[in-house]
């Protein structure tokens, strides 16, 4: 069978593409035979090939990272609309890095500091960033950050997890079984994380900063009361065609 038959056999909706990837990436008969085995055992394509695309950008993913979405686009388009020359970025929850990487590589001129519980996931970070000169901390949300950070954040971008924990059963298992549960898991509701988030923001941002969560459109909801219930101006923002929503929380 070919790399395509037997990744389509697999079940894999993209096997044409994705079989086009996995041959330029593999170096030896043998390397690209363990390739196409590892994701027909379902382990995610960009793990695979050790990097994912977003944003235009190759962001290196290693096993055990959340791999970034496309819908998180939405996010950094908006990110890039609100901040000002010089702006001070923080990428809270940040993964690989990609959001932090890809507003960096739309302004240039950022100041940009990320942070992320997972080892691994810091690991890639400081790789996704280093063009960008960001700083990575390792630790729960705020704990690890610099005091001097307080109060000085013009844009702060949170991917943190929005499942509800009833319902990552029902993911798919590329993501259920090959990325962290601390990524994935929102508690009980999904927004446990976001309202950590929110009751500490108001002391990171600068006057006039913004605080963008992606979240689930069923979740959207009580992200924003979390938000507003800090004393942060919530505005919910969807796009259809990428299937995403954020909440926008405006410091006054």
């Known amino acids: ?42 382990e995610p394509l960009e793990v695979i090939l050790g990097w994912a695309e977003f944003h235009g950008l190759r962001i290196t993913v290693e096993p055990g990272v959340f ?9 950094v388009r908006h990110a890039v609309t609100l901040a000002g020359p010089e702006a001070v970025v923080l990428d809270l929850c940040c993964g690989t890095g990609a959001l932090g990487a890809a507003i960096a590589a739309e302004l240039g001129d950022i100041r940009l500091y990320a942070a992320d519980i997972e080892p691994a996931a810091v690991r890639c970070a400081r790789i996704n960033v280093a063009q960008a000169r960001g700083e990575v901390f390792e630790g729960d949300l705020y704990t690890p950050l610099p005091s001097t950070l307080r109060g000085r954040v013009d844009i702060l971008v949170v991917n943190a997890p929005y499942v509800p924990t009833d319902a990552i059963a029902m993911m798919p298992p590329e993501a259920r079984d090959h990325e962290p549960r601390v990524a994935l898991d929102g508690g009980h509701d999904g927004v446990d994380v976001h309202r950590r988030v929110a009751a500490e923001a108001p002391q990171w941002l600068a006057p006039g900063g913004h605080l963008l969560i992606e979240t689930g459109e069923s979740q959207a909801v009580s992200t924003a009361e979390a938000m507003a219930h800090n004393g942060l101006i919530p505005e919910v923002v969807t796009d259809e065609a990428l299937y995403a929503t954020i909440v926008v929380g405006a410091r006054v």
Do not use: N
């Not at 894999?12 to 390739?35: G, K, N, Q, S």
């Not at 791999?67 to 996010?75: A, G, I, W, Y």
């Open 1 to 42: 069978m070919t790399v395509v038959e037997r990744l389509r056999a697999a079940g894999c909706v993209f096997a044409e593409d994705e079989a086009r990837l996995i041959t330029t990436e593999a170096r030896t008969p043998d390397e690209l035979d363990t390739m196409v085995q590892r994701r027909i055992d379902g």
């Open 67 to 75: 791999v970034p979405r496309q819908r998180s686009e939405l996010l």
